[in-house]
């Protein structure tokens, strides 16, 4: 075969007869090794490993940050987060995602699909100008950014409001106990919840700490403080049951006539844990463990929802998580067990052969389980693609047959061929952030030096996936190289898009 026709092999994709539905089913710091296909002896994920089996399976696939936030805005816009100073937020921010962003619901919109999200937010709600208001219309939001449906959890599972947001509403509200999150209003007649720094023994589920003490919920010490709105709160331990109801209603909703986009983000295995009963024990770990025997289950879940509604045919399925593990983090529920090296989960290493995990520059805080299922089109396997969920905009992109503006995702790139496993590369530059950046070139992985003491960092990954061995002082080229790239990619807005 000539290299020519080889090269066609590879990049040609072809493009259905009728455009796929996806869903992206999205974990919260579910780490590398939290699934069995990648390694999890301690805990089963039978559901999860089964789409591995039917699908293509990534052990190069990222996210773009080591924490929330940032990740879940880059998968969104295609831009990433430290372009806006986007951070880790806290109860009651604005809208990261601004309206002249263009986003990814927004692309399936326009290529005439059906949007909704269910589950986690954690991208603000509000203009920043006013208040929110909680009793009214919660707004602007998921439906002022390309999705036609939402279910929520406004911020997390771990800061206030502890109510479930549908559309604009908040969901069971009573208009006799109005919701407030913040300052406690002047005049305020109604519920007040326990102050955890005053009250600690209210926090009778688990002990709590660094900041996981304002407003005690449900038993739970939470970030932020709550007023009012007790008839809307949820239960943390059906809280997965209920994100799975929805989905399962927005999908029997769906017509066979119009494709569908639907981003299930979930809120396990985020702290507070809070597993239903069910899934207590399950696992051969703590809460961790459980709470990812449930998230598998709820994956079984969407998936049983897609063939009993007749729609796994021509469905795109992605599983994948926002950034890598951690473990108590903030509540005392038994997770970390400390080892002479690093935290574990009782013998469970959640990050596999990789070091580090959330808010941290190594592997582990950005490599993360990817999962693409799409019957009939790609081919089960596994791929040592790289791959980032910055691209993802691109590539559906490239899927649906829109042009991107040079405006729009500005730090995507189509990674189509590798994503269908018609391309075992991927892409060949790929930054991780985590309260600074780093850069992959293929496997040498750079990280800058931190502050006025602080070193270069180098490793090959092929030889030294763990990152163990700084080898900077052996490359200084590649370093001075490498460093040059960052920087210059970090001050050049489409800069990536040139390092297809």
Sequence with gaps: MTPFILALCITYTPVPTQSPNVVLIYGDDVGYADVGVYGSRLIPTPNIDRLAAEGLRFTDGHCSASTCTPSRFSLLTGIHGFRHGIRVLPPNAPLTIKPDMFTLPE??????????????????????????????????????????????????????????????GVVNLDPEDPLYVGKKPNDFAGTVYPNGKKNPETMTYYGTTHGHDNSVINGIGRIGAQWGGKAALWNDETMADEFVKQADAFLERQSKDKPFFLFFSSQDIHVPRAPHPRYRGKSQLSYRGDAMVQLDAAVGSILASLNRHGLEENTIVIFTSDNGPVYDDGYQDGTTVR??????????????????????????????????????????????????????????????????????????????????????????????????????????????????????????????????????????????????????????????????
């Design 107 to 168: 692309l399936f919109q326009d290529a005439g699909y059906a949007t909704g999200i269910v589950g986690k937010w954690h991208l603000g709600i509000g203009d920043g100008q006013n208040p929110v208001d909680w009793n009214g219309k919660v707004a602007p939001g998921p439906l002022e950014v390309g999705f036609d449906y939402s279910f929520l959890l406004p911020s997390t599972n771990d800061r206030v409001p502890c109510v479930y947001v549908e559309n604009h």
């Design 339 to 500: 080892t002479s090296t690093k935290e574990v989960d009782r013998g469970h290493d959640a990050s596999g052969p990789y070091r580090g995990g959330k808010y941290q520059i190594y592997e582990g805080g950005t490599r993360v389980p990817l999962i693409l299922r799409w019957p009939g089109r790609v081919e089960p396997g596994t791929s040592p693609a790289m791959i980032n969920q910055i691209d993802f905009l691109a590539s559906f992109a490239a899927l649906v047959e829109i042009d991107l503006l040079a405006s729009q995702g500005i730090d995507s790139r189509n990674a189509l061929p590798a994503l269908l496993g018609q391309d075992m590369l991927g892409t060949k530059i790929l930054i991780e952030e985590s309260r600074g950046q780093a850069l992959r070139d293929g496997n040498w992985k750079y990280i800058p030096p931190r502050g006025k003491k602080g070193e270069a960092q180098l490793y090959d990954l092929s030889e030294d996936p763990g990152e163990q061995v700084n080898v900077a002082a052996a490359h200084p080229e590649r370093v001075t190289r490498m460093a040059a790239l960052l920087k210059r990619l970090m001050q050049d807005p489409g800069g990536v898009r040139q390092h297809q």
